[in-house]
C-alpha cells in the first residue's frame, strides 16, 4: 500500500518540481497548465480520499463520517470549480488552502476513526498528507512569487 501512496502522491511532487524549474527549464505557459492539472488531481483525490472514510464509517454506523464525507466533497469540489462560482471567483491559491484544509480535516477525521480502519493506515496517510500539503505550499509559493495568484 505504500507504494501505491507514494504513485498516487508523485503528481503533486511533479506539480511542485515544474512550477520551481520554470521559467528555466519549464516554460511558464507549461508550468501554470502543470498547476491547473495539480489542483484538479487534488480535488479528486480529496473525494475520494473522504469516500474512503465515510466507507470505513460505515462499518460503525457511524452518520457524522458520511456527513463530513460529504461536506469534504463540495469544498473539493468547489476548489477545483473553474471560474469560480457565478460571479464569485477564487483565486488559485485560496483554492489550494481550501485543498489543503481538507485534506487535513479528513485525515484528522481518519486518524479518529482509528479502529474503522487497518492499523498501517494512520502512519501511512499522516505521511502522504504532508507531502501532499507540502507540495501544494510550494506550487501557491511559487504563484505568489510571480504574481499569478
Known amino acids: 500500500m505504500t507504494r501505491l501512496?507514494?504513485?498516487?502522491?508523485?503528481?503533486?511532487?511533479?506539480?511542485?518540481?515544474?512550477?520551481?524549474?520554470?521559467?528555466?527549464?519549464?516554460?511558464?505557459?507549461?508550468?501554470?497548465?502543470?498547476?491547473?492539472?495539480?489542483?484538479?488531481?487534488?480535488?479528486?483525490?480529496?473525494?475520494?480520499?473522504?469516500?474512503?472514510?465515510?466507507?470505513?464509517?460505515?462499518?460503525?454506523?457511524?452518520?457524522?463520517?458520511?456527513?463530513?464525507?460529504?461536506?469534504?466533497?463540495?469544498?473539493?469540489?468547489?476548489?477545483?470549480?473553474?471560474?469560480?462560482?457565478?460571479t464569485f471567483s477564487v483565486p488559485s491559491v485560496q483554492r489550494y488552502l481550501i485543498l489543503i484544509a481538507v485534506y487535513v480535516w479528513i485525515l484528522l477525521r481518519d486518524l479518529r476513526a482509528g479502529g474503522d480502519f487497518p492499523s498501517w493506515y494512520g502512519a501511512l496517510r499522516t505521511r502522504l498528507t504532508f507531502w501532499a500539503c507540502i507540495s501544494l505550499i510550494l506550487i501557491m509559493a511559487r504563484l505568489l512569487s510571480w504574481h499569478n495568484y
Open 5 to 86: 501512496g507514494f504513485f498516487g502522491l508523485a503528481p503533486f511532487v511533479f506539480g511542485a518540481a515544474v512550477m520551481w524549474t520554470s521559467p528555466l527549464i519549464v516554460p511558464q505557459w507549461a508550468a501554470l497548465n502543470i498547476h491547473t492539472l495539480v489542483l484538479s488531481y487534488g480535488g479528486i483525490v480529496a473525494a475520494y480520499m473522504a469516500g474512503a472514510g465515510a466507507g470505513a464509517g460505515l462499518k460503525s454506523h457511524s452518520p457524522a463520517s458520511l456527513q463530513g464525507g460529504v461536506i469534504a466533497t463540495l469544498a473539493a469540489w468547489f476548489a477545483i470549480w473553474p471560474g469560480g462560482f457565478l
